[in-house]
């Protein structure tokens, strides 16, 4: 077995076994996080999505902002790009980052503009 056959061999393993020690991680630090607020008497619920009652419309803008990224680049890539018979990726990733953070701004002025309404 050469060297190549046995990175491919490994590769599999490898990102296996690191998926299910970053997944365990996560649980285990949030189940020990909870754990410490409830010895010192907080409500470890507080942090919870169901207080963020907008964490639907944050995902939603996300996921329009990102869409519509998507959507000019493919235009945009179309057009300008294989007109010339050039495939350019990088486009497709900034404009999907471009527009997803821009979903994500709208959604953040909107909870601050209701956050406003409920304080008055």
Same mark, same amino acid.
């Given at each position: ?15 296996? =076994? ?46 329009i902002g990102s869409g519509l990224g998507l959507f000019l680049a ?11 018979? =050039? ?34």
């Amino acid at each position: 077995m050469d060297q190549s056959t046995s990175l491919e061999v490994m590769i599999p393993m490898v990102v296996s =076994v690191a998926m299910f020690a970053t997944i365990f991680g996560i649980f285990y630090l949030r189940n020990r996080e909870k754990m410490a607020m409830i010895e010192r008497g907080m409500d470890p619920r507080i942090n919870d999505k169901a207080n963020n009652r907008n964490y639907v419309l944050t995902w939603g803008m996300l996921l329009i902002g990102s869409g519509l990224g998507l959507f000019l680049a493919f235009v945009s890539d179309h057009l300008f790009y294989n007109a010339q018979g =050039v495939e350019n990726p990088p486009i497709y990733f900034g404009l999907i980052s471009l527009f997803g953070g821009l979903g994500l701004f709208i959604s953040y002025l909107i909870e601050k503009k209701e956050a406003k309404k409920v304080e008055r």
